[in-house]
């Protein structure tokens, strides 16, 4: 769809407001956010139509403090239903925090869903700086699914609580960028424009549409480090890795695998540990509406795909370190082990070897974390 300046033209972006029928301050909040957003975004972007919606449910979560990750599933799913572009999930109680000392608000590039608590901002002594806070926290979420990065000259800067202090709006530069993304999401769905019955033709057609969209949010999530984070995942791999490097019976191994041969189990293996976590860790499930959504499906790409590169940079950080320890130990006492008598040791070879051997413990390990944790870790942006 082309965005011009004739109202016929315009687009639309429908923003779903998520809070708890029992939240009274919740309700009360996102009432006062609608008017005032709706007339901040008409002003900085007059290109589309905007539509705020204020949904309040009596399915919502109570649990005390509220998991931001159950939250961003639970709006995540009504965002498909009720076929919004994004979702603010609202809450008046302190949310829990993972990575974090203290958590206000959990955008959700992946989900295009952001949860946002404003326990700390009543905390405030006056209702300006609550409004101002509550601007700045719920625009800085909101720079976040519009994929805008972190900025310290603007709303977007990272802080880990909101006082209410300037400057709570975009950089000129941001909107737009925020422009161009809001372009994207006012399009029509893959669904309305082009009706498609088989699965995996529609899933391609999402890939070729939103593929540059979709690869920034991948790599503006965790993912490059994300598995340092899950501290199981990374205790089963360094016993492993323990134990090869001290197995004469791995070196012997090591060397009787030709490097081709090699090259196609290290692609099974990190196909297959991916695999283990996905469906082992129930990540399938994210986003279990209509599978024939654009909004399903794109969510479970960037989820798979940030996975891919989480277990793919964890390989490379294991092959460095792998070529460390070879670089170390005695290379006679190595090639012993290997059996290659006086041959030089191929230290490429082996590292590849060693940090393959550890990609399969780690899948191992991947199924130990707690599901919620892991869950968290591909689907957060950031906590803030």
């Known amino acids: 769809m082309n965005i011009g300046n004739s109202n016929n033209e315009k687009g639309s972006i429908n923003i779903g407001l998520i809070v708890d029928a029992q939240d009274e301050i919740a309700c009360n909040w996102a009432n006062w956010l609608v008017q005032w957003l709706t007339k901040d975004v008409e002003q900085n972007f007059p290109e589309f139509f905007w539509r705020f919606s204020v949904l309040k449910r009596q399915d919502f979560s ?5 998991d931001p990750l159950n939250l961003l599933e639970f709006g995540s799913d009504i965002k498909i239903e009720y076929g919004f572009d994004y979702v603010l999930v609202l809450t008046s109680f302190p949310l829990k925090s993972r990575f974090e000392q203290g958590v206000s608000g959990v955008p959700s590039n992946m989900l295009e869903t952001a949860v946002i608590s404003l326990a700390r901002i009543l905390e405030l002594e006056d209702r300006e700086r609550q409004e101002k806070a509550f601007i700045g926290l719920v625009k800085h979420s909101l720079g976040h699914l519009w994929g805008l990065d972190h900025n310290s000259e603007s709303v977007m800067r990272p802080r880990k609580f909101w006082t209410g202090e300037f400057p709570y709006d975009w950089s000129d530069q941001e909107k737009r960028k925020i422009l161009r993304h809001l372009r994207d999401a006012a399009d029509p769905r893959v669904e309305e424009a082009s009706p498609i019955k088989s699965k995996w033709k529609f899933y391609l057609k999402v890939l070729s549409l939103e593929w540059p969209a979709i690869l920034k949010d991948v790599l503006i999530s965790r993912s490059v480090l994300m598995m340092f984070h899950l501290g199981r995942f990374i205790a089963a791999t360094a016993v492993s890795m323990i134990f090869l490097f001290l197995s004469a019976e791995a070196w012997e191994m090591g060397a009787a695998i030709k490097s081709g041969w090699l090259d196609l189990l290290l692609a099974f293996v990190i196909f297959a540990s991916i695999l283990s976590i996905y469906f082992g860790q129930n990540l399938h499930v994210i986003s279990r509406s209509d599978r024939m959504k654009e909004q ?18 964890f390989w490379i950080n294991l092959f460095i370190i792998s070529s460390l320890i070879i670089a170390v130990l005695p290379e006679n006492v190595l090639a012993g082990w290997a059996g290659m008598g006086g041959k030089p040791l191929p230290a490429f070879h082996f590292s590849k070897l060693m940090a393959t051997f550890g990609v399969l ?7 130990l974390e707690e599901e919620q944790d892991i869950k968290a870790l591909l689907v957060y942006t950031e906590e803030t």
């Open 361 to 367: 413990a780690s899948a191992v390990g991947g199924n």
């Open 296 to 313: 399903a499906v794109r969510s479970r790409i960037v989820l798979f795909a940030t996975l891919f590169v989480g277990m793919v940079s």
């Open 62 to 66: 109570r649990s005390v403090p509220p």
